[in-house]
């Protein structure tokens, strides 16, 4: 049998292009003692990995030059060396860009197929989901009444960033988004209350007139112009998540900071980076609390999937291009 996976072959400058990267056929691993190995179902791509292709220091280590890329998958075990999971299980693991892998038993975690549908361990059941549960919650110190605003608010977490906000009593939930029909999906789809295509104009113009009253939270996931209209329609005792910064990933020259951060003493404003991966205590509650209003229907998701090992790449690039609605999922 034969494995196809991606490998990293040179690091990107600016944009990612298709010869930094390379589709290397291996032999499909064989497990050893305590070991599984798992056919791979489904592969995340994240914007995060724009950062690991990088070799800068950072929270996660840049992927190694010549070897297979990490990342998020769902797999199915198809051969086990290890107590307490058996052929046929279904794990979620972080040897994702590959078609097989092993791994060690104590890094895959069994979910239920039965439960929901596999590809949303990925996404809003998953590490995106939890992103949104803990920023918006813990981060931005999210309560009953504030007026929310978010940005990538058609991707995995932004959508379900808003849509939390709703369903946990915000008086207002403002989108920004990179196409009038995912602008038309928050409104009509999603329930925000208002929602920008921030390719049509000014941010800031447009989000003062979406939140003429100004906003209690802003959750980042873009950096940029977005930060800087959000600074400026922050009231009293504002709270801003710091999530991601998207809008900088493929930049070659540092991006310019936003040049009113001297109303954050005015407001008292607060601006708070978070790694989701501080947060994996949540896990539980987020899963109890977020499960049962995905199963309903009351919070709802999207998933953007493109078929085929070999299409991972093309995905991934899509991700940053803003291809996608919901969660980015590669299907094999
Ligand atoms: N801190 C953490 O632990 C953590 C964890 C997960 C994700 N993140 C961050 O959260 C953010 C969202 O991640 P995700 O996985 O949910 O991705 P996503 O939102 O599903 O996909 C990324 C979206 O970003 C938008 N985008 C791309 N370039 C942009 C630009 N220049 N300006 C504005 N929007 C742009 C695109 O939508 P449009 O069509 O709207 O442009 C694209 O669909 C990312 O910044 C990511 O790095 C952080």
């Given at each position: 049998m034969t494995n196809r996976e991606w490998h990293l072959v040179s690091r990107p400058v600016g944009w990612p292009k298709p010869e930094d990267f390379a589709l290397v056929e291996t032999p499909v691993p064989t497990p050893g003692e305590g070991q599984v190995l798992v056919r791979n179902k489904y592969l995340s791509v994240d914007p995060y990995m724009r950062g690991r292709m990088s070799a800068a220091k950072s929270y996660a280590a840049p992927y190694e030059l010549g070897k297979v890329m990490q990342g998020g998958a769902v797999g199915e075990v198809i051969a086990s060396n290890a107590?307490?999971?058996?052929?046929?299980d279904h794990v979620l693991h972080?040897?994702?860009?590959?078609e097989y892998g092993v791994l060690d038993a104590k890094n895959a975690v069994k979910v239920d197929p039965e439960a929901a549908p596999l590809s949303t361990y990925l996404g809003v059941l998953g590490m995106t989901g939890l992103t949104a549960y803990a920023g918006l919650l813990?981060?931005?110190s999210f309560k009953e009444g504030d007026i929310v605003f978010v940005s990538g608010a058609a991707g995995a977490v932004g959508s379900q960033v808003g849509q939390l906000a709703k369903l946990m009593g915000a008086s207002r939930v403002i989108g920004s988004a990179g196409s009038d029909d995912k602008v038309k999906l928050l409104v009509?789809?999603?329930?925000?209350?208002a929602a920008f295509n921030y390719k049509s104009g000014s941010v800031s113009e447009q989000l003062r007139a979406a939140a003429p009253d100004g906003i209690d939270v802003y959750f980042d996931n873009v950096g940029g112009d977005h930060l800087e209209a959000a600074i400026g329609s922050l009231r009293q005792g504002g709270r801003i998540a710091v999530?991601?910064?998207?809008?900088?990933?493929?930049?070659?020259e540092p991006a310019p900071g936003p040049r009113n951060l001297a109303r954050l003493i005015q407001t008292r404003g607060r601006i708070e980076g978070f790694l989701v991966?501080?947060?994996?205590?949540l896990q539980q509650e987020f899963v109890q609390k977020v499960g049962p209003w995905v199963a309903s229907g009351e919070l709802k998701y999207r998933e953007t999937v493109v078929e085929g090992i070999e299409n991972t790449l093309e995905a991934f690039l899509g991700v940053l291009r803003g291809d996608n609605i919901g969660k980015m999922i590669v299907k094999l």
């Open positions: 107590e307490g999971i058996e052929t046929g972080f040897f994702g860009w590959r813990r981060t931005a009509e789809e999603y329930g925000f209350d999530c991601g910064m998207i809008s900088v990933y493929n930049n070659t991966g501080d947060h994996y205590d």
